[in-house]
């Protein structure tokens, strides 16, 4: 699919009239003033909803729109090799709608690359896949698959795109991603996430923000994600090294509730 035929689609002129009814009401450009913690909003799961029945709703071009509107300061979205839920269609029509940043998470390989290529997001984020797992479930093996990215990652920089990778809280990882070139990480917050208030969890959060304030003094921007919610977001929201956050899918489930900009809006303020 080129970029030429999604231009022509019809919900392509639908999403814009409904950004043009909104913007002047909604948009406040003075959110995307930098000295506060930004929020990405992940939007993978509304096309699993599409996937499901192999439909053309939920769109989540349009949810993305919403969610900037809302407050969101960046989207993001993961292609998959096995399209389980985006699919180029979806990359082409964030490109040409979004009004803040586009992130593509995906792994390392030559199709990916191609389609960022074609895309060009603001950001590529270099993450690990497996074909069975529901979720990612890792960082990046930076350290030992250091020729490769080293090999992979300037052709996207020439093209003007940012690379990023998910690594976990790990000193070695993340000296290994300065060493292969990445301008940003993204520090796995799924070991803090998954824990219950206490002692255990506190030592996952000094993890994130000992390899936070690695990252920052390697010159890397750092951000974090995974597993955050509305319950857990608080203590990483307060390491300020980090500057910003990629959140799905407890937004998204917030969202099958309330809407996506109420779910987008109460996530914003939580991280005043
Ligand atoms: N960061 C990365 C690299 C991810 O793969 C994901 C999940 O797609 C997220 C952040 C968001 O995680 P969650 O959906 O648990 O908020």
Redo the contacts with the bound molecule.
Sequence with gaps: MTFKSVKSLSIYNTINFHVSLFAFDVYNPMQNMEGHMRLSV?V?HFATIREARRSDEPDPVLAALLAELAGAEGI?C?IRADRRHIKERDLFLFRQSLKTKLNI?MAATEEMKRIALDVKPDVV?L?PERDEEL??EGGLDVADNQEHLKDHIPALQKAGIKVSI?VDPDIDQITACRDVGANLI?INTAKYSDLKPGEERDEALVEVKRSAVHGRQLGLEVHA????DYKNIGPIAEIPELTEF?????IIARSAIVGIEKAVREMVELLK
Excluded: K, Y
Aim: aromatic residues 10%; glycine residues 16%.
């Design positions: 992940n993978d993001v993961h998470e984020s993450v979720t990612t998910f993204e994600g995974h597993g955050l990629s959140i799905g899918f407890s």
